[in-house]
Nanobody, 123 residues
Framework: QVQMVESGGGSVQAGRSLRLSCAASGYEFSNYCMVWFRQAPGKEREGVAAIHGDESTTYADSVKGRFTISKDNAKNTLYLQMNSLKPEDTAMYYC?????????????????WGQGTQVTVSS
């Protein structure tokens, strides 16, 4: 059974940092691409960052240079380091896995999703 559990969200002031974690189990973690999505109230879910099967990465323009996606295959854990946070980063953040080698951020689908962790950034 696939499980994905996010943690690390919270409330911070603009300019601060947070690191999100996603502990995954139940599938071959190292083989597939993984994505961090976010969804703000009243807005559509959007892809934020992806780490592909070859461990290359892709970022949304809105977070490029501020967020870093990484994973630890030995711990089956995905991370999202978020620096220089802005109020517009406020959203529920979800990790997800796709059983493919490359993830296009503009596609909003996954084989499995986590339950989400809330990030709130105040000005």
């Amino acid at each position: 059974q696939v499980q994905m559990v996010e943690s690390g969200g919270g409330s911070v002031q603009a300019g601060r940092s947070l690191r999100l974690s996603c502990a995954a189990s139940g599938y071959e973690f190292s083989n597939y691409c993984m994505v961090w999505f976010r969804q703000a109230p009243g807005k559509e879910r959007e892809g934020v960052a992806a780490i592909h099967g070859d461990e290359s990465t892709t970022y949304a323009d809105s977070v490029k240079g501020r967020f870093t996606i990484s994973k630890d295959n030995a711990k089956n854990t995905l991370y999202l380091q978020m620096n220089s946070l802005k109020p517009e980063d406020t959203a529920m953040y979800y990790c997800a896995v796709r059983y493919v080698g490359y993830c296009y951020l503009g596609q909003i689908w996954a084989n499995y999703w986590g339950q989400g962790t809330q990030v709130t950034v105040s000005s």
